[in-house]
């Protein structure tokens, strides 16, 4: 006797499993493959999205899930995915201890829209780019370095931030070697620096195997992920917590840095 599941699978249209498939698999992706595949991907992922992401976190990574679709199909999907996954796992590193400390994330962690549309706001720019081929052929591969290279240097600064203020030792301002407690804004540690570099290549990695860059367009997204994160911190340690300065946030230092190919390179 045939299971539920084998009874619908049975009962379902070849035809029109066929059409989902091929609209899945569209190049290059349309607006429609891409809200689909995002919809059946946030289904499937949906506990793994909860822990890491508020509920209206989940509708600002729906949108920006879809867009990356739309512009570079599953490869570049695959590596914000990475970006996710990667960063809620640094993000819930000693959650406890960090809570202790008044230094954690809000809400155990889970970030909302501020941190998705902060964290992802030079990449959207990118993918805009892409999909609507502003400047051309010439360009294409451009806003496809530097959508790599956003993420490579959001992943970098949030895994060397969580790290550090989970195993860092000594941890002192970037901009005068002063010793200050863990979580201060500016502020760097050995083991955090070390932690987010290594990120950064993980995820360059990431973005060579899948095709998004060659090796050595990986080598220049790491490279400027960590001149763009040590200009972040200067940046926070010299301005965010000076009077007439307090709206700077760290949201608003990320869409800086993470441009950093068009800036350094």
């Not at 400390?101 to 809000?106: H, L, M, R």
């Not at 081929?133 to 970098?156: D, H, P, Y």
């Not at 895994?159 to 002192?172: L, P, Q, R």
């Not at 301002?173 to 050995?190: I, N, Q, W, Y």
Request: proline share 3%; aromatic share 10%.
């Amino acid at each position: 006797m045939p299971t539920p599941i084998q009874a619908v699978a049975t009962d379902l249209d070849p035809g029109l499993v066929q059409q989902v498939m091929n609209l899945f698999r569209s190049s290059p992706p349309t607006w429609k493959s891409a809200f689909l595949s995002n919809v059946l991907i946030f289904l499937l992922g949906s506990r793994l999205l909860v822990s890491g992401l508020s509920l209206s976190g989940i509708a600002a990574a729906f949108l920006l899930g879809t867009l990356t679709w739309r512009a570079f199909g599953s490869s570049g999907f695959l590596l914000v995915a990475t970006f996710f996954v990667l960063g809620t796992a640094a993000t819930k590193v000693k959650i406890a201890q960090k809570e202790a400390q008044g230094v954690a994330e809000k809400r155990k962690g889970r970030r909302g829209p501020g941190s998705v549309i902060g964290s992802s706001a030079a990449g959207c720019v990118c993918a805009f780019l892409s999909i609507y081929a502003i400047g051309g052929e010439a360009f294409a591969r451009l806003w496809e370095l530097g959508f790599v290279a956003s993420f490579c240097t959001k992943l970098g600064d949030t895994v060397s931030s969580e790290i550090g203020k989970a195993y860092g030792k000594t941890t002192y301002l970037v901009t005068t070697f002063k010793m200050v407690p863990r979580g201060t804004e500016g502020a760097v540690s050995t083991e955090g620096t070390v932690a987010g570099l290594l990120a950064s290549i993980l995820l360059a990695s990431v973005g060579c195997i899948m095709g998004e860059i060659n090796a050595p367009e990986a080598i220049i997204c790491v490279i400027a992920s960590q001149i763009a994160n040590l200009a972040e911190s200067i940046i926070g340690a010299a301005l965010q917590e000076k009077e007439g300065f307090r709206w700077v946030s760290d949201h608003l230092l990320l869409k800086w840095p993470s441009f950093s190919y068009h800036i350094f390179f």
